[in-house]
């Protein structure tokens, strides 16, 4: 009975110190960081202008605070920036794009919005005033981005349009 007692106590502190003990070495996940769009190097590739400039706008009634605008005019604008290699030693992963025209625009054509990755189409959204979109998309093998603002009217001058996200987001390059 003793040894079966024993037994027991062995079995039982075995499972109790198995439950206990960690199984595997867990495998601490870098958090996100994100950049702005702007903070890489970009290059003018348009007619039109584009620029940073932090401003609040109203779009569908409510107010967002813009970073950077794409002014077409009467034609296009548009930016190619360059997101491998960076100097942040960052691998980019994701692109947030979110954009619009503002409610006060009435009357203006609708904007084209086209992102290229490495050359290649990848998205294209046209706005119009009062209007949002956005526009998520993996760039983990991507080295450019380029960005364009095409007005729909050749003979009427289009609005600007804001962008209150332009980030990319990506994690430590490994050292």
Do not use: H
């Not at 348009?46 to 605008?69: H, L, P």
């Not at 548009?78 to 409610?103: A, H, V, W, Y």
């Not at 729909?152 to 332009?166: D, G, I, L, P």
């Amino acid at each position: 009975m003793p040894k079966i007692k024993l037994i027991r106590q062995v079995i039982a502190s075995t499972i109790l110190l198995l439950t206990l003990a960690p199984q595997s070495r867990q495998v601490a996940q870098e958090a996100p960081i994100s950049n702005f769009l702007l903070n890489v190097s970009c290059v003018n590739a348009g007619t039109g202008n584009w620029n940073s400039q932090t401003q609040d706008i109203s779009i569908e009634r409510a107010v967002y605070t813009s970073r950077m605008f794409m002014g077409p005019g009467d034609s296009s604008a548009s930016m190619t920036c360059r997101i491998k290699p960076n100097k942040e030693d960052l691998i980019f992963q994701t692109l947030t794009l979110e954009f619009g025209m503002r409610d006060n625009d009435q009357g203006s054509p609708p904007v084209e919005v086209n992102l290229y990755l490495d050359g290649f189409k990848a998205e294209s959204r046209t706005v119009s005033a009062g209007g949002k979109d956005l526009i998520l998309v993996d760039v983990t093998n991507t080295s450019n981005i380029a960005l364009e603002t095409i007005c729909s009217s050749q003979n009427q001058y289009c609005r600007r349009v804001y962008f209150w996200e332009a980030s990319l987001q990506g994690i430590p390059a490994p050292e």
